[in-house]
T-cell receptor, first 116, second 112 residues
């Protein structure tokens, strides 16, 4: 089954304790991205990756890191989480950004992070 | 900056038709998506427009006018399960832009 998986789905942590949220897709997609969703602010892009070893900042990259060592995986790293990073996080993937056809993004189920 | 506007909330009656509008002012345009998101769940793809006009898909239709920076999503024969948030997203041209920018979403409540 084609899917994007994220782990963990729920996480409560404390300020400053490094954490990683994993994201994996099994569709051989080139493009992957991370979003955070906050009430009243909508979905905002944190980082995206066009392909292996190619990553770029989105609109709200501060406090986050990513890596794309393999095509299927795109982990999100919070080196020193702070309470303002409490949010709902979504990973997404699509085949490519450069196709002329509607390139649907497939979203993972979300990770609800609380930083105390 | 990029600006995408949608109404925050709408309410409609079961069986009726509702139109959710989206206006955008962006630097470059490379297509517009509509997504549906039920509370606590991931967004799911509904429609895509890159040329002017209407795209119909069952009970859902989406319209685009690039000259006006305007799109709408039309939902017919509303059902209770259509209660959800509807997200408008604009795909921007690269390089130099975030690839996909979302509006804040419209929360639709369908009432009996």
């Amino acid at each position: 089954e084609a899917q994007v998986t994220q782990n963990p789905r729920y996480l409560i942590t404390v300020t400053g304790k490094k954490l990683t949220v994993t994201c994996s897709q099994n569709m051989n997609h080139e493009y992957m991205s991370w979003y955070r969703q906050d009430p009243g602010l909508g979905l905002r892009q944190i980082y995206y990756s066009m392909n292996v070893e190619v990553t770029d900042k989105g609109d709200v990259p501060e406090g986050y890191k990513v890596s794309r060592k393999e095509k299927r995986n795109f982990p999100l790293i919070l080196e020193s989480p702070s309470p303002n990073q409490t949010s709902l996080y979504f990973c997404a993937s699509s085949l490519s950004l450069f196709r002329s056809t509607p390139d649907t993004q497939y979203f993972g189920p979300g990770t609800r992070l609380t930083v105390l | 900056g990029q600006n995408i506007d949608q109404p925050t909330e709408m309410t409609a009656t079961e069986g009726a038709i509702v139109q959710i509008n989206c206006t955008y002012q962006t630097s470059g345009f490379n297509g517009l998506f509509w997504y549906q998101q039920h509370a606590g769940e991931a967004p799911t793809f509904l429609s895509y427009n890159v040329l002017d006009g209407l795209e119909e898909k069952g009970r859902f239709s989406s319209f685009l006018s690039r000259s006006k920076g305007y799109s709408y999503l039309l939902l017919k024969e509303l059902q209770m399960k259509d209660s959800a948030s509807y997200l408008c997203a604009v795909r921007l041209q690269l390089p130099g832009n975030t690839p996909l920018v979302f509006g804040k979403g419209t929360r639709l409540s369908v009432i009996a």
